[in-house]
């Protein structure tokens, strides 16, 4: 049953989110309600088709939709040209035309690329997002950012391209890995920080249900979520402006990501460090009150991180932080809280404040640790 419903508004191109638990009975309808063609391509990877491919199947197929699917191994590897090319040409085997649609079923990983996929193939066919990981349930699934890697960089390859809808079904994260909740975390304390001081507030008071799975608290989280990204999306679609702030955590995050070779931390691990980082750098720039820092930094540390942390030496890290997208003219770009619920854009952070916040952010790894 559907429970709630937040829209993206984007002209022409809006869509619905909707939410609600256990969904396989209204999702086939939905996709007739929204004129979804009869031929899809469910695009999925090994461990969540193991759960959820066959009963989806199954559904679309009791209301006569033609639904086949395309099975990758699981992981940020598969994100690539070479993966997208594998699923074009399953695709043109199939005699698959422009008039059908591609479900992506699965984390952000397999909604980046199917998502891309369905961009591209014969100039962009259908899409809908169903994503499974509380990462591509609060954000990665919204907001039509589209992409695979490259061997030079992450995401460097895609597009902005909407889906028809997004169905989130909070039930698929009943399954979900301890390591990958944490990973969704990062992502949900960022809307936290940088947009609104009460949600902060909530997930301080209810990170152990999260963590713990309680539907009530995660419907919460994925709704408040959503609803402060569709709004930032409806403003800046394209990222040349607004959309930016979301980007909080992220430029020490993607360095740490790099500097690990993408396998030491995960993408939400490294984004949460990477907030504990850029919060000390706020802080140490005068930005930041005293006691936001340690809100933060003592969330983060409530957080069972795992960490190599020498696979992550401060100089790889700086490097990758040269290197970064986000670099314009030359000049890094860091986003920093100067409250909870607001943000600042600002350049040229010297590297020794940047040493000395990587340093106070790995620490918080060996707190947690040490509390358990
Ligand atoms: N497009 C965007 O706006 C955007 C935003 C943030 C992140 N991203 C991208 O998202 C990717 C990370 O996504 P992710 O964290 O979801 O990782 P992921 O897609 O790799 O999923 C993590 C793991 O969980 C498994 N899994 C997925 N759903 C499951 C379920 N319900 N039960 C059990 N196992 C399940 C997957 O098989 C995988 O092994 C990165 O590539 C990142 O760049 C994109
Ligand atoms: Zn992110």
Known sequence: MIQRQIDVALGERSYPIYFGTGMTASFAPTCQQHGIPRQVVIITDTTVAQHYLEPLQKHLHHFEFDASSIILPPGEIQKSLSRANVIFTALLQRGIGRKAAIIALGGGVIGDLAGFVAATYQRGITLIQVPTTLLAQVDSSVGGKVAVNHPLGKNMIGAFYQPKFVWIDGQTLQTLPSREVI?????????????????????????DAIMKLDQAALMHVQARCCELKARVVAEDEREIGLRAVL???????????????????????????????????????GLLPLD?????????????????RDALASSKILDAIQRDKKTVDGKTRFVLPVRLGEVRILEGVEPELIRSSLKRAFDLVGKSRSSQ
């Open 247 to 285: 980007n909080y955590g992220h430029t020490v995050g993607h360095a740490l990501e790099a500097a690990g070779n993408y396998r030491a931390l995960k993408h939400g691990e490294a984004v949460l460090l990477g907030m504990a980082a850029e919060a000390f750098i706020a802080q140490q720039m």
């Open 292 to 308: 936001v820092l340690e809100r933060i930094e003592s969330f983060v540390s409530r957080i069972p991180l795992r960490m190599k």
């Open 183 to 207: 990973c969704g975390l990062g992502e949900v304390v960022k809307y936290g920080v940088v947009f609104d001081a009460e949600f902060f507030a909530f997930l301080e008071v209810n990170l």
